[in-house]
C-alpha cells in the first residue's frame, strides 16, 4: 500500500501547478494541459520516444496517447499514419491539439476504452502501448481519471489488450508494449501463455534518480507449428 499511496501523491502533485504547461521535446513544442496524464512527473514517454524502432511507412495503432508522444513523433518520423486514442477525452484533445500545432497531418485521434471504438476492419502494422504497469486489486476503484494510466486492477486491462489487440495487426504486424519493472511479471507471462503470443525484450532501460527500469517488448502471433 506505500508503493499505491505515493504513486497517489505523485499523481495528486502533478496537477498542483500552473496550466497549460508548454514543453519543447523532441523537435516539437507541446503543450499539456490539465487533467492530462503527468509527463514531467512519469517520465516513461520519453524513454519509450527515445527507443522506438524504425516505423517508415507504417500505419500505427497507439493506446493511451495522454498529450501526445510518443505517438507524434512517429509520425512526424516515417510512420505512414498513427491512430492516437485514450480513455480520457481530455488527453483525446490535448494530442490533436499538439499535431495541429506541429502541422502533423497524419495523425487522428479518438476518445476510446482500448479497443472498444477502433474499426476492426482496420489493420495495423504496429499497435502500441505503454500500458500501466501497476498491479492493484481486481477490486480497485479508481478515484480518477488519473489513475487509469497509473494502475491496472488484475490486470484487467492488460489481458484484454494482448486478447483483443493481434485481431487488429496485419499479417507481419506486432504489438509493441512499454511494461516497467514495477509490473507482476509472473501475470504477464500467465497471459501471454494463454493466449499463445510470442514475446520478445526489445530494449530496457532507466534514468538517473529513477528507479524503475523501462521496458519494451515486441509480441507476434504464435506461427502455426512454432
Given at each position: 500500500m506505500r508503493e499505491l499511496d505515493r504513486i497517489r501523491r505523485r499523481l495528486d502533485r502533478s496537477q498542483q501547478r500552473s496550466f497549460p504547461l508548454d514543453m519543447q521535446e523532441f523537435g516539437m513544442q507541446l503543450t499539456v494541459n490539465e487533467g492530462v496524464f503527468p509527463p514531467e512527473d512519469f517520465q516513461s514517454w520519453r524513454w519509450i520516444t527515445e527507443n522506438f524502432p524504425p516505423v517508415g511507412?507504417?500505419?500505427?495503432?497507439?493506446i493511451g496517447c495522454g498529450f501526445g508522444l510518443p505517438g507524434l513523433y512517429l509520425a512526424k518520423h516515417g510512420a505512414q499514419s498513427v491512430l492516437s486514442c485514450d480513455i480520457n477525452p481530455k488527453a483525446v484533445a490535448n494530442t490533436l491539439q499538439n499535431a495541429a500545432r506541429n502541422g502533423?497531418?497524419?495523425?487522428?485521434?479518438l476518445e476510446s476504452d482500448i479497443f472498444s471504438n477502433i474499426p476492426f476492419n482496420r489493420k495495423?502494422?504496429?499497435?502500441?502501448?505503454?500500458?500501466?504497469?501497476?498491479?492493484?486489486?481486481?477490486?480497485?476503484?479508481?478515484?480518477g481519471t488519473l489513475e487509469r494510466g497509473a494502475f491496472d486492477p488484475g490486470y484487467r486491462l492488460l489481458n484484454r489488450f494482448l486478447s483483443e489487440g493481434p485481431e487488429l495487426l496485419t499479417q507481419a504486424g506486432s504489438i509493441l508494449l512499454g511494461f516497467g519493472s514495477n509490473g507482476r511479471d509472473d501475470i504477464f507471462s500467465e497471459i501471454i501463455a494463454a493466449q499463445e503470443l510470442d514475446c520478445k525484450l526489445l530494449a530496457s532501460g532507466t534514468y538517473s534518480q529513477v528507479s524503475v527500469t523501462y521496458r519494451l517488448f515486441t509480441i507476434h502471433k504464435k506461427v502455426p507449428g512454432s
Open positions: 511507412g507504417k500505419n500505427i495503432l497507439e502533423i497531418q497524419n495523425v487522428e485521434a495495423f502494422d504496429i499497435i502500441f502501448w505503454n500500458c500501466p504497469s501497476n498491479y492493484v486489486p481486481d477490486d480497485y476503484e479508481y478515484r
